[in-house]
Nanobody, 111 residues
Framework: QVQLRESGGGSVQAGGSLRLSCTGP????????MNWYRQAAGKERDWVSA???????GYADSVKGRFTISQDKFKNTVYLQMNSLKPEDTAIYLC?????WGQGTQVTVSS
């Protein structure tokens, strides 16, 4: 079983920024790309962003213009730069690739 691991979560004030990281096997990201999801307490898991093997980017409407996904292939890491954070961004953020999931990292945004 391959491993994906997220990091970079924390607690910030509204308007602040965080950068999440997801590290996994390079072949996985090269083959399947990578997605970020988030799940708020008591709610469904929602897709947030994706980067494809050819570098195409996608974002949910709720984060478009505020979040940026990027990749460092040498470090086998995908990042999610989150700016202008809002309380509604509070959730556990998870990375996903090739149908595998990381353990999640908590993001809490206070008003």
């Amino acid at each position: 079983q391959v491993q994906l691991r997220e990091s970079g979560g924390g607690s910030v004030q509204a308007g602040g920024s965080l950068r999440l990281s997801c590290t996994g096997p390079g072949w996985m990201f090269n083959s399947c790309g990578m997605n970020w999801y988030r799940q708020a307490a008591g709610k469904e898991r929602d897709w947030v962003s994706a980067i494809t093997p050819d570098g195409s980017l996608g974002y949910a409407d709720s984060v478009k213009g505020r979040f940026t996904i990027s990749q460092d292939k040498f470090k086998n890491t995908v990042y999610l730069q989150m700016n202008s954070l809002k309380p509604e961004d509070t959730a556990i953020y998870l990375c996903n690739s090739c149908a595998y999931w990381g353990q999640g990292t908590q993001v809490t945004v206070s008003s």
